[in-house]
């Protein structure tokens, strides 16, 4: 009779444990217990760890029932009314930390979903990328500007020397002399300089990588 009246006294004792814990926070092994997420239509299988990679995402208070009472489907899916087209990458995100997405996949679709989730890493990760790219459709390839510029022997180390910003020589032509007689004629030289130009916001620039100048 002592003996059955301790075991109920664990089994209660384990049993209110178990609920006080689940109450403050869930207990070590369910953490990794699966859930199932409903986003407009298509169901996603994944892990309460995967959710919580990042703590003050949307998906993380969800399925810890923080503020947030999401309706479930029939089968018990947290429902979410979003596009599911661009719900795959953000997962993936979650899991390894990286983005990787399909050739014709917009990088706004993901950049959209990431910021309703609120997962700021993914966020930051996918505007460098845009602003990347719209650099490379905007700014390549550069313009080059030519001049030949006209000036005596005497003048040529000068000239070249105080070449403003951004001016690049290209080429010495030497044309000779005006006059075919005498030793003091000067030979004259004409010289070819290069200056590339970027269709940049702020004007004119001379850098060629958008990064060094940033």
Avoid at 7 to 33: F, H, N, V, Y
Avoid at 108 to 137: H, Q, S
Avoid at 174 to 185: A, K
Wanted: with cysteine; net charge negative; charged share 25%.
């Amino acid at each position: 009779g002592v003996r059955m009246r301790m075991e109920g006294g664990e089994e209660m004792q384990s049993a209110a444990g178990l609920r006080c814990s689940w109450d403050i926070q869930p207990p070590a092994g369910t953490q990794a217990k699966w859930v199932r997420l409903n986003v407009g239509g298509t169901v996603f299988l994944t892990t309460r760890q995967t959710l919580c990679r990042e703590q003050k995402s949307f998906l993380c208070r969800l399925c810890q029932g923080e503020e947030l009472q999401s309706d479930r489907d029939e089968t018990g899916a947290y429902l979410i009314d979003r596009d599911p087209t661009y719900f795959g990458p953000i997962l993936n995100f979650l899991r390894h930390g990286k983005l990787v997405l399909d050739k014709d996949m917009a990088e706004e679709g993901v950049l959209e979903e990431a910021e309703f989730y609120n997962i700021g890493p993914l966020i930051r990760i996918i505007k460098d990328r845009l602003e990347e790219k719209d650099y490379t459709v905007t700014q390549v390839p550069p313009k080059h500007v030519y001049r030949v510029l006209q000036c005596q022997e005497e003048e040529l180390t000068q000239m070249v020397s105080t070449m403003s910003d951004g001016w690049c020589f290209e080429q010495l032509v030497n044309i000779g002399s005006s006059y075919s007689y005498g030793n003091e004629d000067q030979t004259e030289f004409l010289c070819v300089v290069s200056k590339e130009l970027y269709n940049s916001s702020n004007g004119l620039s001379s850098e060629p990588s958008h990064k060094a100048k940033v």
